[in-house]
């Protein structure tokens, strides 16, 4: 975990200072300007946060933690809150974290937009955008293996690419987690377990960090990982013999969301914030920053996505997703590391 404040100036105590402005009402503020405290697990937060010092007059620490870490911190300090606001991680773990009772809610206006699919039904947690999950590849690493690019998942169970494939442990990585449940969802039960313990024959290992996978390939190691699928990891095949591959018989996807914690110390700073990230000046800042399918229908797919349409995504049902992740971690355990 790595505890950051952003920063504004190269000086002693990095912090973020914003002014709190007019969103969607106005919002009395103290002269003394709280500070929020915010769990963060999204790529180019730092300058999200920066964009949102322009709008608030509030102090930004924050607090870089997958959603696996938070869950586990959680239980062990029986639900006491870490932080103000949750923004990035796994809709799924958020589901997790509502029947464990850490979260409020918080039905922000911004939010009317925002499809059913992609939001708590009681306000809980809302999807700030889409993370999609796919295959980097490293196409040296490939040639010298003499195998083919992927393109499918069923490509990947194939004996050729034994010991070629890296993946992150799901209990760990949101990402690998996704993959899992839809894909289960997408196959059935029966036919998914079936793949992954057949995906797991071909797995070098299962990382215990999840941007581990990632970076394997991109330095030559590995020659295949499954990855969420970001604007830095599409663009490297522009600089580098390493390509982000859409896997052409569907997308798993999972929203990013945002939350509010149970007792919250400045619940008004965080319901700003909240209202902000939904915004459709927030969603185009955020999507400027980090490149991904917005939960709101106003904002376009950017354009680092192209050829990528929302048909392309697995058909998932989220809430069940979230109900039955422990049920689905357990058996992985059991039908897949607990075989390799």
């Excluded at 006491?80 to 009772?101: L, N, T």
Aim: aromatic letters at 8%; one cysteine or more.
């Amino acid at each position: 975990m790595l505890h950051v404040t952003c920063p504004i100036k190269a000086t002693g105590l990095l912090t973020l200072a914003v002014f709190f402005s007019t969103m969607v009402g106005t919002l009395a503020v103290s002269a003394e300007k709280p500070t929020l405290t915010v769990v963060a697990a999204y790529n180019g937060k730092g300058e999200i946060f920066t964009e949102f010092h322009k709008k608030t007059g509030i102090l930004i620490d924050f607090l870089d933690m997958s959603s696996g870490e938070v869950l586990a911190r959680a239980e062990p300090e029986g639900g006491k809150p870490m932080a103000d606001v949750w923004f990035g991680g796994g809709a799924d773990s958020f589901i997790k974290a509502r029947e464990m009772g850490l979260l409020d809610a918080y039905r922000s206006p911004e939010a009317q937009t925002v499809p059913t699919q992609y939001k708590d039904p009681d306000g809980y947690w809302t999807g700030v955008s889409l993370v999609m999950a796919g295959f980097l590849v490293n196409t040296d690493v490939l040639a010298e293996k003499n195998l083919p690019v992927p393109q499918f998942w069923a490509d990947l169970i194939t004996a050729e690419y034994k010991d070629a494939v890296l993946v992150a442990d799901p209990a760990i990585s949101a990402t690998t987690f996704t993959v899992l449940a839809c894909l289960l969802q997408k196959l059935g039960a029966e036919e998914g377990w079936k793949y992954f313990e057949a995906l797991g024959k071909n797995v070098a290992f299962f990382t215990k960090s999840s941007s581990d996978p990632q970076k394997r390939v991109v330095a030559g190691q590995m020659a295949v990982s499954i990855v969420p699928l970001s604007k830095e990891l599409i663009t490297l095949k522009e600089k580098s013999p390493v390509q982000a591959v859409f896997p052409k018989d569907g997308i798993p996807w999972m929203p990013s969301a945002v939350a509010i914690f149970k007792n919250a110390r400045n619940p008004v700073a965080a319901k700003a914030f909240v209202d902000w990230v939904l915004s459709v000046e927030g969603q185009r800042i955020i999507q400027g920053k980090d490149p991904r399918i917005m939960v709101r229908p106003e904002i376009a797919i950017p354009k680092e996505m192209d050829g990528v349409v929302l048909a392309d995504l697995i058909s998932a049902d989220i809430v069940k997703i979230g109900a039955e992740r422990q049920q689905i971690l357990a058996t992985w355990a059991q039908r897949v590391t607990g075989k390799q």
